[in-house]
C-alpha cells in the first residue's frame, strides 16, 4: 500500500512490526526507492506500506512544478513490481496532482462512492472529467485506467438505496471507461470494529449476518474477484478451500 493521502488514516490502520525511515515525502519528493528505507512492514504478513508523512500536503505543490509531476510515480513503481502481487495507491478524494499522478500511474482506478443520487452523479461526472483531462497523456503512450465506481456503506433493505443502484447501474452500462462495480460494500458496524482492531475486516466478519446480508468476508471476496478475476483459484472457497479457511 502507498499512502498518498496527506491525512495518513490508512498509514495509521495497522500496527507496524517494522516502520521505516522514510515514506511519501522520500519516494515521491526526493524520488527514494531503497525498499529497505521507504517500506514499512504491518503485522499482516506480507503486507507492506509506504507510510504517508506529508501532514502540510507539499508534495502536491512541489509535483505541480515538477516537469514530470503527473509521471513521477508511473517511473518509480517499477521497483515494487519484483516482490508485490499488487500495489494499492490511496489518495485523498477531491481532485489535486496527487491524484492525477496516481491514475496515471494504475491499472484500474476504483472510487468508493456512497448511494445517494447526487453524490454518486456528481462522483462519476468528476471522474469521468478527471480521465478526459488526463486523455492527451495517450499522446505519451501513457494511457488512463478504466474506472470503477463501488458503492459504500450500502443498506440494501432502504427502498430508495436499491432504487438508486438500479439506476446508476442502467447509467453507467453506456461508458466503458467508468463503470459501476457489480459487488457493494455494506454499511456494517464490523468496518468500525475492524478498523479500531487495526485487522482487515474479513478476519471479524466472517458469518452471513442472521437477517440474510453478506459478512464482510464475503463482500471482499465478491469485490476481490470481479476486480481481480485471475484470483478465482485463490480466493474462491470451492476452488481453495483451505487458503480461504486460513486468510
Ligand atoms: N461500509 C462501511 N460500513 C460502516 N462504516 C464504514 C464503511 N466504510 C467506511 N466506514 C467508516 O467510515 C469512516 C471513513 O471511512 P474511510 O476511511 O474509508 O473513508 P475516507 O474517505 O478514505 O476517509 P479519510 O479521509 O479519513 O481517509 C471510517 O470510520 C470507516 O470505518
Ligand atoms: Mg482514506
Redesign the pocket.
Known sequence: MIDL?S?P??SSYYPLTCAGTAGSVELIGHRLVDLDQIVSRTCIEGLHVVLSNDPLGQLNTLLLHAPDGRLRLKNLLHVFEPFYDVVLI?T??ARSVIVEMSVLASDMMIS?IPPEMLAARELHRGTLALLQSLAPYEQLGVRPPPARLLL???NLSRRDTRLIIQSLSADFVAHDKVTLCSAV????????NA?SLGLPVHRIDYRPSPSGGLSAAQSMRQLALELFPEWHRLIDPASAPDVCARY
Open positions: 493521502d491525512q488514516t490508512l490511496d485523498q478524494g468508493p459504500n456503506q450500502v460494500v455494506l454499511d456494517r458496524v464490523a468496518y468500525l478498523a
